[in-house]
């Protein structure tokens, strides 16, 4: 969540379970894998999730989001992932926190709030 609190910027992850890509149309993967198509989610799915994730604001930056067929999607509980990523925080951030500042300034100077990507 620092990211969005320091930067204005929101981190989600999306972690899918098999997605119907081209991929899986080989014969040889399909004989491997039986059942693909079954327990597959489909692309728009996956990618109408991510959008979800990052539009509606129920969940804030740094949110993981799984999504399986069988599961359904689920967005972990902060607290299992947050103590891991709080030693790496700074370091993950640094690389970042410049680029951003230059950009915010950039549009500062010509009268914009932030750019949204």
């Given amino acids: 969540m620092p990211a ?3 930067e204005g910027v929101k981190v989600c992850a999306v972690c899918p379970g ?9 014969p040889g993967l399909k004989a491997q894998f039986p059942g693909v198509e079954e327990r597959s989610l489909s692309a ?33 509980p902060e607290d299992e992932y947050w103590a891991l990523f ?15 500042k230059e950009e915010r300034d950039v549009g500062a100077d010509n009268g914009q709030q932030g750019a949204v990507l």
């Fill in 86 to 100: 709080e030693r790496v925080a700074d370091t993950a951030y640094a690389p970042v926190r410049e680029p951003l």
């Fill in 4 to 6: 969005e609190k320091e």
């Fill in 18 to 26: 098999l997605v119907a890509t081209p991929l899986w149309d080989d």
């Fill in 44 to 76: 728009s799915t996956v990618a109408n999730a991510m959008l979800s994730l990052a539009e509606e604001g129920i969940y804030g930056g740094g949110c993981i989001m799984t999504l399986t067929h069988e599961d359904g999607m689920k967005v972990l």
